[in-house]
């Protein structure tokens, strides 16, 4: 069991690239999400899926768009990306929802020059 | 407008003490609060969750307490062991609203000293 894993682990970008981050688990949960986090700040919810087929938008969604590719697989795209993108991005998934335990990925390490 | 605060950035004890971690929050809608843990260059993990419902819950050595009245919660490890050195995380959530979002505080780097 891999549980949550995200690729690639590090990225530099030049602004105004284009990027995608690929998250999968094989856990069989049905809600996934993705969050970023900054220094001295806590985590805040980009965007989720509460189950194949949907997405939402979290907290801070502008400058990303998502997809559920499958039931496993939810990817994060910066089709434009800036500076202010520069942050670790995690990938989360659950059984049904915050309720049910969310389990981490390791984490994508973003700059954007 | 920060609807979850952890106002310790850091906190030191040496080993086989306590450690007590708080967290404040201002909505009074929230009624289901986590703690996380993060070691460094990691995802964070689920250590224990309270309901409004309860004012304690207990996991082997972490507790949580929660005080409605008061919006606060806190975190008690005993002993603390120096594997416990992480950050925390505090999270809460309106299970009226979305059962999909989480309020996190900004975390407290504890550091257990052998």
């Known amino acids: 069991n891999a549980g949550v894993t995200q690729t690639p682990k590090f990225q530099v970008l030049k602004t105004g690239q284009s990027m995608t981050l690929q998250c999968a688990q094989d856990?069989?949960?049905?809600?996934m999400y993705w969050y970023r986090q900054d220094p001295g700040m806590g985590l805040r919810l980009i965007y989720y899926?509460?189950?194949?087929?949907?997405?939402d938008k979290g907290e801070v969604p502008n400058g990303y768009n998502v997809s559920r590719l499958n039931k496993r697989e939810f990817s994060l795209r910066l089709e434009s990306a800036a500076p202010s993108q520069t942050s670790v991005y995690f990938c989360a998934s659950s059984e049904w929802g915050i309720l049910n335990e969310q389990y981490f990925g390791p984490g994508t390490r973003l700059t954007v020059t | 407008d920060q609807q979850v605060k952890q106002n310790s950035p850091s906190l030191s004890v040496q080993e086989g003490r306590i450690s007590i971690l708080n967290c404040d929050y201002t909505n009074s809608m929230f009624d289901y609060f986590l703690w996380y843990k993060k070691y460094p260059a990691e995802g964070p993990t689920f250590l224990i969750s309270?309901?409004?419902?309860?004012d304690k819950n207990e996991d082997g050595r972490f507790t949580v307490f929660l005080n409605k009245s008061a919006k606060h919660l806190s975190l008690h490890i005993v002993p603390s062991q120096p594997g416990d050195s992480a950050v925390y995380f505090c999270a809460a959530s309106h299970s009226g609203g979305s059962n999909y979002k989480l309020t996190f505080g900004k975390g407290t780097l504890l550091t257990v000293n052998p």
């Open positions: 856990m069989n949960h049905n809600s």
């Open positions: 309270i309901s409004s419902i309860k």
């Open positions: 899926s509460a189950s194949e087929g949907t997405t």
